[in-house]
Nanobody, 127 residues
Framework: QEQLQESGPGLVKPSQTLSLTCTVS??????????WNWIRQPPGKGLEWMGL???????YYSPSLKSRTSISRDTSKNQFSLQLISVTPEDTAVYYC???????????????????WGKGALDTVSS
C-alpha cells in the first residue's frame, strides 16, 4: 500500500499563494486507475474536498474553490501538488492528500473511494 506525505510552508501571508506537495511512495501515481485528492480541514470544522488529479492527468475541482485552485503532478518524482492563490486567514487548515478513484461518470466532482491518506500538514495564513 502506498504511503502519502504532505509538505508545505507552514505559514503563508494573506494574498500570497499556498503551495503544497504530496509525495507518494510504494506505488506509482500514473497507474492503478487511482485519483489523487487534496482535502482540508479548518480548525473546528469538517473536511472539505478541494480537488484531484487522476492517474492519467485529468483534474477535477470543487466548484467553490475552482477559481483559486490548481493541481499538477511531477511523474518523475511521483508527486502531485496543490496551489491555492489569494489566500486569506479562512484558508488556515490541515491539508491532507489522499488516494481515491476517478469520479464516476455523470457524478459531480468530489472525492470517491478514499482508502489511503497522508497524516496532514497544518498551514496557517497570517500576517
Amino acid at each position: 500500500q502506498e504511503q502519502l506525505q504532505e509538505s508545505g510552508p507552514g505559514l503563508v501571508k494573506p494574498s500570497q499563494t499556498l503551495s503544497l506537495t504530496c509525495t507518494v511512495s510504494g506505488g506509482s501515481i500514473t497507474t492503478g486507475y487511482f485519483a489523487w485528492n487534496w482535502i482540508r480541514q479548518p480548525p473546528g470544522k469538517g473536511l472539505e474536498w478541494m480537488g484531484l488529479i487522476t492517474y492519467d492527468g485529468s483534474t477535477y475541482y470543487s466548484p467553490s474553490l475552482k477559481s483559486r485552485t490548481s493541481i499538477s503532478r511531477d511523474t518523475s518524482k511521483n508527486q502531485f501538488s496543490l496551489q491555492l492563490i489569494s489566500v486569506t486567514p479562512e484558508d488556515t487548515a490541515v491539508y491532507y492528500c489522499a488516494r481515491g478513484i476517478r469520479p464516476p461518470a455523470h457524478m459531480p466532482p468530489d472525492s470517491y473511494g478514499l482508502d489511503d491518506w497522508g497524516k496532514g500538514a497544518l498551514d496557517t495564513v497570517s500576517s
